[in-house]
């Protein structure tokens, strides 16, 4: 793998480690089994690209963006919590709405970014843009890991573990469920958003199978590096995401393996199936039984 190619990983996989953070919030956290995710990430990067053409400032647009993903998110939770809909059955009415609502943001199928400003544009004749990704990701890793030590954090926590006992606790379960949900979908549009600016477009397909790609880097990391804390469990999904782009641009690039781009969905299936089986300690028994 070359050195391009090999920059190219890192940086992809640091721009989808806010959705990862999302995802292990919703999946994980709250084990809320969201699909929201795959509507938000495009709603992100067609609401900054529409409002940057239109000559907002990248910095507003990219807040907008995140406005828009938690306000996609908390539909997803008040469907689930006020409406009693099934959580999974939420997400996916919110997904397929949110497709007809990114094309309605934009006005078409793709909008581009192309001589447009963005807000990598004044910092990047300092740092390249994996680093000021980062520095980006690892402020927003140690504001969750604030958040979810913190009492409200930790009544969101026995929230995902308990619904029951904490509510049993005084514990507001449907409130919690809210916001995790917002925050969740507010980072995959993050994501998407700072997507766009990278890449130099926002298209409405971008959200196909995003949601894959959060669940495939959270347990990819958590297979490698487990771990009981906070702390270690949201590094582990950041170091999952590297991982896990690494492992997709060198699989691509192996010409002994005749893999093209369209091969992406299956590559991703055989990484995730792997990261699920390979740790448990009697596979060798069970294969030959």
């Known amino acids: 793998m070359s050195l391009v190619a090999f920059l190219g990983a890192i ?11 999302g995802v292990y919030l919703s999946f994980r956290v709250l084990k809320f089994p969201d699909l929201t995710v795959d509507g938000s990430f495009p709603l ?3 609401v900054v690209a529409t409002l940057i053409t239109q000559g907002v400032n990248p910095w507003v647009a990219t807040v907008v963006a995140m406005v ?5 998110g908390l539909c997803t939770a008040i469907l689930s919590v006020r409406f009693n809909i099934l959580n999974l059955l939420a997400s996916i009415l919110t997904m397929i709405a949110l497709y007809s609502i990114n094309l309605r ?3 078409r199928p793709n909008v581009p970014l192309l001589n447009q400003p963005t807000l990598f544009d004044g910092l990047e004749t300092v740092l390249p843009i994996w680093a000021i990704l980062l520095i980006g990701l690892g402020l927003t890793k140690l504001a969750i890991d604030f958040f979810l030590t913190s009492d409200i954090g930790l009544a969101m926590r026995a929230t995902g573990m ?3 006992m904490a509510s049993a606790q005084g514990i507001y379960t449907n409130r919690l469920i809210l916001l995790g949900m917002a925050m969740s979908n507010a980072l995959a549009a993050l994501s998407g958003a700072l997507f766009a600016q990278v890449n130099g477009f926002a298209d409405v397909a971008l959200g196909v199978g995003t949601v894959v790609v959060g669940l495939a880097t959270v347990i990819l ?4 590096f487990p771990s009981r804390t906070v702390r270690w469990a ?3 999904v950041i170091l999952g995401c590297l991982i896990y782009r690494l492992v997709i641009a060198m699989a691509l690039n192996a010409d002994f393996l005749g893999l093209r781009a369209q091969d992406l969905n299956l590559v991703t299936a055989i990484i995730v199936v792997l990261a699920l089986v390979l740790p448990q300690a009697n596979l060798l028994a069970r294969f030959k039984r």
């Open 162 to 164: 308990n619904p029951i």
């Open 221 to 224: 990391g958590e297979a490698i």
């Open 11 to 21: 940086e992809t996989g640091l721009l989808y480690g806010f959705l990862s953070l």
């Open 105 to 107: 943001v934009m006005g």
């Open 234 to 236: 949201t590094l582990a």
């Open 68 to 72: 828009a993903g938690a306000v996609a």
């Open 44 to 46: 992100g990067a067609a």
